[in-house]
C-alpha cells in the first residue's frame, strides 16, 4: 500500500485520484542549463511524502540536492555541482576534487579514496611505467554514468521509483573497474535505497578502494 496525504491508498484507489502518478511522485530526467553545471542529466526523485532528491546521471549517479517537507538535507558547496569536462584530476597538485565537492553523497574510488599520494605501478601491464599518481578521493566522481533505465515500478499496490546505471572507470594497461549502481525510493516512503557492486572487467588483478 501507498502512504499519501496521511492516507493508506491501493494503486487502484491512487489511479482513481490521478490522470498520471507524476501528479504526486515520480523519477523524471532533466539537464542543466547554466554555469559549471550546463550539459549535466540529472533526475529528479519524488516520493509524494515529502522527500525529493537528485541523482546526477553524469557525476557517477551520485546524490546531490535533498530535501524533506522544504527542509534542506543536502550539503551544497560554494564550487556547485559542476560538469565532469571542466574537471582536472591532477590539477592543483591534486587538490582539484575539492571544485568539484558538492552535495549530499558524492563517491570516492574506484582505485584510491584520502589523500594524495604516488604508488608503484605494478598493476599496469606497461613495463616503463613506473608509478601511478593518485589525486585527493580518485577518479570516479566525475565519471558519468551510463544510464540504463529508470522509472516506476508496481509490484501489487507497492511502488518502488528507480535508476540504474554503470560507471566505467578503465584505461589501456591499467584498470577496467564498473561500479554497477542502483537507487530506489518507495512512493509515498521516507528513505533512499543505494545498492552499489563493483566488477573488474580486466584479466588481472586490480587495487580496488571505495
Known sequence: MVELY???????QVS???????????VRLMTLGDGVERGIRMLEFR??????????????????????????????SPSGFRHPGLHEYEGEEGLAWARSFSGLLLTCGLDHILFMNEVPADSYNYPPKKSVRHSLHGRVSTIPAR??????????????LWAEGTVQQSTVFGEDLHLLRRIEAD????????????????FSRTPHMY
Open 147 to 160: 544510464l540504463t533505465g529508470y522509472g516506476e515500478t508496481w509490484d501489487g499496490d507497492r511502488c518502488v
Open 6 to 12: 496521511g492516507r493508506t491508498l491501493s494503486r487502484r
Open 16 to 26: 482513481e485520484r490521478s490522470g498520471m502518478l507524476s501528479q504526486f511522485a515520480g
Open 187 to 202: 512512493v509515498g516512503g521516507n528513505e533512499i535505497r543505494l545498492s552499489d557492486r563493483v566488477v573488474n572487467h580486466g
Open 47 to 76: 516520493t509524494g511524502s515529502g522527500l525529493r532528491f537528485t541523482a546526477l546521471v553524469d557525476r557517477a549517479l551520485d546524490i546531490a540536492d535533498c530535501d524533506f517537507k522544504g527542509q534542506a538535507i543536502g550539503w551544497h
